[in-house]
């Protein structure tokens, strides 16, 4: 079926969320048009288990399947959606590419979450209004109110404490180290070509990064950090605490294309 016959992918969404951002990003990269439905956290649950059998955002709706996880999502669309390709023609390539794609959403994206959460939910405030940029004024104060029972709900969900965050950051650092000597010369982290690995890799670090392709308000918390690399400015608005380290540069010298980027019949919501 041609590209424009097909019936429009709904991707159900947080904005503010790493995991959601690998997804928007592989559908920007092969510019799909699709719509974008995006809901608050606590009060996503009972409209994706409805949906899907499950809670974890992205979800994607893409010609009558539904499909939650954020690496399955990108396996559909390379097969529904073959160009610009994102898993490498190669079969080595390939094999290292999803390795690392999954070496990512396992080592990197929940740990740095957890890390993340750690230090900014007690600021109610921030918090809220993150997890709310871009809402309404009544959403904004609404969920602000109900935010302490939020809170507590994603402490529960994530296991948060103290000595889980701790063992996230070491996890991180280590995930950083790891991406920081996969980087090869071309830039990449797989043969000349950006793919699915340096996607996930950056996708997962953007909370960190703040790169201004993120296509929601972040809200800056932090203070000065000092430039790394001449890109700086993708390290410094991001960096805060722990999280400074010698991966937070490599992803601010990784390339972000985004070739797809608001491409016709892209509908931010
Ligand atoms: N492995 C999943 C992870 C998705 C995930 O952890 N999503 C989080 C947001 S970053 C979520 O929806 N958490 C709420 C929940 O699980 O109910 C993926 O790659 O999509």
Redesign the pocket.
Known sequence: MARRDRPTPILWQ?RY????EKARWALDFKAIPHVRRSVL?GF??LPMYWLSGQ????VLQLGGRTIA???AIIAALEEQYPEPPLYPRNARQRERALALEEYF?EHLG?QL?LAWFFETLPASDFAAAQLTAGADTFTQRSFRVAFPFVREAMKL?MGLNAESAKAARDEVVTALDRLEAEIQPSGYLVGDHFTVADLTAAALLSPVVMPHEFPYPLLRICRKVRPATGRASHVARGSAGPLTSTGATAASRTKWPRPGEGGPGVVRS
């Open positions: 947080f969320s790493h995991f959601n956290p996503h649950m809670s974890a955002m992205p996880d954020s690496t959403d929940p979450r969900k």
